[in-house]
């Protein structure tokens, strides 16, 4: 791993930090339903640094939303079961999907981001099912919470899109930038 890599990475880990503190831009709150932007920062960082930005972000995604779920809105939710696990999961699967995609190209970028969103979605989903068979931590009709759940998903992949399209548009600038100071410098 190279000197370039390491600061990406440590970038990528300062926003998904970032996005797990400040109000209103990695976790929107609407009642009781928190939408999450994050994965599609997570696709990204699958894009831009392969199989080390997956797992690096999958750990930075969940730490931070374990984090932040205890100490800004403690809750039942509060279970590194439910919020470490199934994130730091997500970077496996997501560098899966980036792997079997091939070349991005736009429409992949935004497969890769709406693929992340679904999971995260089911594994979380997964995880809440799991934790509450044990300990009961939800006692509402399990109708209810899975409307909750599949609304919120709902709203995530229109989310993510959006967020995938602005970050693809913005990483093809890069790229681009890159080429032609590249190229200016022989």
């Known amino acids: 791993?190279?000197?370039?890599?390491?600061?990406?990475?440590?970038?990528?880990?300062s926003l998904f930090i970032i996005?797990?503190?400040?109000?209103?831009?990695?976790?929107?709150?609407?009642?009781?339903?928190?939408?999450?932007?994050?994965?599609?920062?997570?696709?990204l960082s699958t894009y831009h640094l392969g199989f080390k930005g997956a797992i690096t972000?999958?750990?930075?995604?969940?730490?931070?939303?374990y984090i932040s779920s205890?100490?800004?809105?403690p809750s039942w939710?509060?279970?590194?079961?439910?919020?470490?696990?199934?994130?730091?999961?997500?970077g496996f699967i997501i560098y899966g999907f980036y792997k079997l995609l091939g070349e991005i190209k736009l429409w992949k970028f935004i497969t890769l981001a709406v693929l992340a969103v679904l999971f995260n979605t089911i594994l979380v989903s997964s995880a809440l099912f799991l934790v509450n068979s044990y300990s009961h931590i939800y006692d509402g009709t399990i109708?209810?919470?899975?409307?909750?759940?599949?609304?919120?998903?709902?709203v995530e992949i229109a989310i993510g899109i959006l967020i995938a399209i602005?970050?693809?548009?913005?990483?093809l600038l890069g790229i681009e930038n890159v080429k032609k100071s590249s190229k200016n410098r022989w």
């Open 1 to 13: 791993m190279n000197t370039r890599e390491i600061a990406l990475l440590g970038i990528y880990v």
């Open 19 to 43: 996005l797990s503190f400040v109000p209103y831009t990695g976790y929107i709150s609407v009642g009781a339903v928190r939408f999450t932007t994050i994965p599609a920062l997570l696709a």
């Open 57 to 65: 972000s999958g750990i930075a995604f969940g730490l931070g939303s």
């Open 70 to 73: 205890v100490t800004i809105s």
């Open 77 to 90: 939710l509060s279970d590194p079961v439910i919020l470490f696990v199934p994130r730091f999961l997500l």
């Open 143 to 154: 109708w209810v919470w899975i409307t909750l759940i599949y609304v919120n998903f709902l």
């Open 166 to 171: 602005i970050f693809y548009k913005i990483a």
